[in-house]
């Protein structure tokens, strides 16, 4: 059990847009950046946002990441077949002393 | 470009060691904290050990606390995780994974480069 709540599954259909939310507490993403990252079916995980809400070069810009209070989302658009995968949170835990990653979000495109 | 390839991993008895390392390349290791993750089969992702850049700093998951060692010889641009005493819970993928710069109090999650992971199966 992660201290990071993600819901396991979302899906949308081509071309819909939808968001994948991160629940933690004030220990974590209350005070610390958030980071997202993409996995991919049999691949590493890549790093999708980072610092909240900042994309690395080359991540478009249909991937778009916020963060209010203890919770944080990242939000797709213009779904496409090829974003299937596992969505993950991640922060460091002042508390815990270490970094913390969300249980994971599967997404299908339908 | 940057490289990061994965060793060692293998077959071992719950109880046993093993060493796995991280070659590094195409970029200033010195630069970076260096950072192992985890995935069990199936399983979601889990952050195992940091080191900061000049080994001040070393940081490890409560799960693998006393049982394992992160290590690194920024001569060689190489990463060790040294892992002891294992459990069948320990099976997975091991990923190393780039990072920032780390303080005594942090080590942000801002992992921009991974390796393609090496399979440790700890098993009787």
């Known amino acids: 059990q992660s201290v990071l709540t993600q819901p396991p599954s979302a899906s949308g259909t081509p071309g819909q847009g939808l968001n994948i939310s991160c629940s933690g507490s004030?220990?974590?993403?209350?005070?610390?950046?958030v980071y997202w990252y993409q996995q991919l079916p049999e691949r590493a995980p890549k790093l999708l946002v980072y610092?909240?809400?900042q994309r690395p070069s080359g991540v478009p810009d249909r991937f778009s990441g916020s963060k209010s209070g203890t919770s944080a989302s990242l939000a797709i658009s213009g779904l496409r077949s090829a974003d299937e995968g596992d969505y993950y949170c991640?922060?460091?835990?002042?508390?815990?002393?270490?970094?913390?990653f969300g249980g994971g979000t599967k997404l299908t495109v339908l | 470009d940057v490289r990061l390839v994965e060793s060692g991993g293998g077959l071992v008895k719950p109880g046993g060691s093993l060493k796995i390392t991280c070659a590094a390349s195409?970029?200033?290791?010195?630069?970076?904290?260096m950072n192992w993750v985890r995935q069990a089969p199936g399983k979601g992702l889990e952050w195992v050990s940091s080191?900061?850049?000049?080994?001040?700093?070393?940081f490890y998951a409560e799960s693998v606390k006393g049982r394992f060692t992160i290590s690194r010889d920024n001569a060689k641009n190489s990463l060790d995780l040294q892992m002891s005493s294992l459990r069948a819970e320990d099976t997975a993928v091991y990923f190393c994974?780039?990072?920032?710069?780390?303080?005594?109090?942090?080590?942000?999650?801002?992992?921009?480069?991974w390796g393609q992971g090496t399979l440790v199966t700890v098993s009787s």
């Open positions: 610092r909240n809400i």
């Open positions: 004030r220990s974590n993403i209350g005070t610390n950046f």
């Open positions: 080191i900061s850049s000049k080994s001040t700093y070393m």
């Open positions: 195409g970029f200033r290791f010195t630069d970076n904290s």
């Open positions: 991640a922060v460091w835990d002042d508390s815990l002393r270490g970094p913390v």
């Open positions: 994974a780039r990072g920032p710069y780390c303080t005594a109090t942090s080590c942000h999650p801002d992992f921009d480069y």
